[in-house]
């Protein structure tokens, strides 16, 4: 009875599917892009549930017919077949069902999306910039692994090395459900490249990862935009501190302010800047959503306050800690090097099983 009350869940949404296939091929829908984005990510939202339950109607449909031919066949072999392919359908079916269960449930609306992400160092002084410089590398080599696209938009390089603060926007697929994960404060335990007795000191550098906004996301108008022009700073030859392509902007309404200056090209500075402010300003009402669900998934703490320490990475033991799993692994230099991949893993794990609780699975 389960089994039915879930294919029908699934199956229940066919009409819906077939509606936005038909709605997408119209003209009309075509030339309106707004309108076309949403229902093409509606589809795309959808496909995979509608798959999943057509593989798991055949699963069901196999399960009974090899039920029904090991009670009628007289033939061993036949039926040592159909006892072998029972024992196979029913080992899958548990998965299959929890998988289903999982798509049913809305995910972050999200998670689809690239990723802006700003790395800030924190206590520590100098050691906490270098701590950030640190953490940019290993998301720098994640992004590679994974076939990501890394973009630049700003820095403010640390005195000692590393960074004061740097952001960067991650492009491919599925980035912000991935990244989100990293949001929060990430705690050091080392002995400085400053410190000269070799004290084991603890420093910490902030992350946030906030969802890039998409055209249709935010109504953003040049009109409510001050626009600041000012010469680059930091590496770059001739260009530095001789023409005024680095851009600022300020959101009149708000107050947010965005800067760029890692193009040689004000237009391309200014481009990216607006980029960047629309994500900003899409993730102050973000932010809203990610509070309302911090306080029923622990895994999600770190989205809901960024200033919540999520990581240890302890350099005398070479052991890495998440503190919302309490995942832990001893091999830093290759967690550092951007194998993270496990602890993420882990956090997705927890979060899909919260996620069940909360719907009552």
């Not at 072998?84 to 999982?102: S, V």
């Not at 002084?125 to 640190?134: H, K, L, M, R």
């Not at 084991?200 to 946030?208: D, G």
Request: hydrophobic share 35%; net charge negative; proline share 3%.
């Amino acid at each position: 009875m389960a089994e039915n009350s879930l294919l029908e869940k699934v199956l229940s949404l066919q009409d819906k599917f077939s509606s936005l296939q038909e709605q997408l091929s119209r003209p009309d829908v075509m030339s309106d892009m707004k309108r076309y984005v949403q229902l093409n990510k509606d589809y795309k939202e959808l496909e995979p549930i509608i798959r999943a339950g057509l593989d798991y109607k055949k699963m069901l449909d196999n399960l009974a017919s090899a039920k029904e031919l090991l009670q009628t066949e007289k033939d061993e072999d036949l039926r040592d077949m159909a006892k072998e392919e029972i024992a196979g359908i029913e080992a899958r079916i548990p998965e299959t069902e929890q998988n289903i269960k999982l798509l049913l449930i809305p995910a972050d609306p999200d998670d689809g999306k690239n990723a802006l992400v700003e790395i800030r160092g924190g206590t520590g002084g100098d050691e906490a910039a270098i701590f950030a410089g640190d953490l940019f590398r290993m998301y720098q080599h994640f992004a590679e692994s994974r076939g990501w696209r890394l973009e630049i938009t700003d820095q403010a390089p640390g005195t000692a090395g590393g960074y004061k603060q740097i952001v960067f926007k991650l492009s491919g697929e599925g980035v912000y459900g991935i990244m989100k994960y990293e949001s929060g404060v990430h705690r050091v335990q080392r002995v400085p490249q400053t410190e000269t007795q070799g004290r084991i000191q603890t420093s910490a550098a902030s992350v946030a990862v906030f969802p890039e906004a998409g055209e249709f996301d935010v109504d953003l108008k040049w009109d409510d935009i001050r626009l600041d022009l000012f010469c680059s700073s930091g590496p770059g030859g001739q260009g530095v501190n001789t023409t005024y392509s680095a851009v600022r902007l300020t959101h009149i309404p708000t107050g947010l302010v965005v800067q760029c200056q890692e193009e040689r090209s004000q237009l391309k500075n200014k481009d990216r800047a607006f980029e960047e402010l629309r994500t900003r300003l899409y993730n102050l009402e973000h932010q809203k959503y990610l509070d309302g669900i911090a306080a029923k998934r622990k895994t999600m703490v770190s989205t809901g306050d960024r200033s919540a320490k999520i990581r240890t990475y302890n350099y005398p033991q070479s052991r890495v800690t998440d503190h919302r799993t309490g995942w832990t692994m001893y091999n830093l230099p290759a967690f550092m090097d951007g194998d993270i991949g496990a602890c993420i893993d882990q956090l997705q794990v927890a979060e899909n099983a919260e996620r069940l609780k909360e719907a009552g699975e």
